[in-house]
T-cell receptor
Framework: GAGVSQSPSNKVTEKGKDVELRCDPI?????LYWYRQSLGQGLEFLIY????????KSGLPSDRFSAERTGGSVSTLTIQRTQQEDSAVYLC??????????????FGSGTQLSVL | AQSVTQLDSQVPVFEEAPVELRCNYS??????LFWYVQYPNQGLQLLLK??????LVKGINGFEAEFNKSQTSFHLRKPSVHISDTAEYFC????????????FGKGTKLSVKP
């Protein structure tokens, strides 16, 4: 597609429910990132997929969070047993892997998650 | 590990005034530095980046940033701001020459008033 697409754009859920957030990266982009943006916290790194290498999961805040990337394209971020502190905008970004680390990230518009 | 500190959470300025948004990083190795901007109701986009070479980097919309290794800073500047520059600005760092994740600061909200 023309850009990084995220769905849904808004998700309201009840505490304790599981949610799945989807990210469609730009075609041909082999690197994919998930960030969380909440008030006063800026962009918090969650997980990074780089080609066929093992993902960098060092930013996932707890074992309730997981993500996968099937077929090197679409990624799903799953939050189990949601808590109110999980409320935030979840951003996905993708980029071309250049090997040098200088590539530009393209961001989606995010999913606004509200846990009641 | 790398980290980024943006010293000001909010910066209000009047139109046509100069502005400097501060960013300091910590790293024991060489780094790549970036500024991203998020306009209201839009996604983040790259403003400029420093990889190597000249320490003064020019970006889009008249912004520039200067890499200062001794002060571990990468402050963003614009000599004369417009109302349309109202946005949130994020400084980011990545270990140089690596494909590691990109670490962002907490952001600075620039509000330009008429």
């Amino acid at each position: 597609g023309a850009g990084v697409s995220q769905s849904p754009s808004n998700k309201v859920t009840e505490k304790g429910k599981d949610v799945e957030l989807r990210c469609d990266p730009i075609s041909g982009h082999t690197a994919l990132y998930w960030y969380r943006q909440s008030l006063g916290q800026g962009l918090e790194f969650l997980i990074y997929f780089q080609g066929n290498s093992a993902p960098d999961k060092s930013g996932l805040p707890s074992d309730r969070f997981s993500a996968e990337r099937t077929g090197g394209s679409v990624s799903t971020l799953t939050i189990q047993r949601t808590q109110q502190e999980d409320s935030a905008v979840y951003l996905c970004a993708s980029s071309v892997l250049t090997g040098g680390g200088n590539e530009k990230l393209f961001f989606g518009s995010g999913t606004q998650l509200s846990v009641l | 590990a790398q980290s980024v500190t943006q010293l000001d959470s909010q910066v209000p300025v009047f139109e046509e005034a100069p502005v400097e948004l501060r960013c300091n990083y910590s790293s024991s190795v060489s780094v790549y530095l970036f500024w991203y901007v998020q306009y209201p109701n839009q996604g983040l986009q790259l403003l400029l980046k420093y990889l190597s070479g000249s320490t003064l980097v020019k970006g889009i919309n008249g912004f520039e940033a200067e890499f200062n290794k001794s002060q571990t800073s990468f402050h963003l500047r614009k000599p004369s701001v417009h109302i349309s520059d109202t946005a949130e600005y994020f400084c980011a760092v990545r270990k140089g020459g690596s494909q590691g994740n990109l670490i962002f600061g907490k952001g600075t909200k620039l509000s330009v008033k008429p």
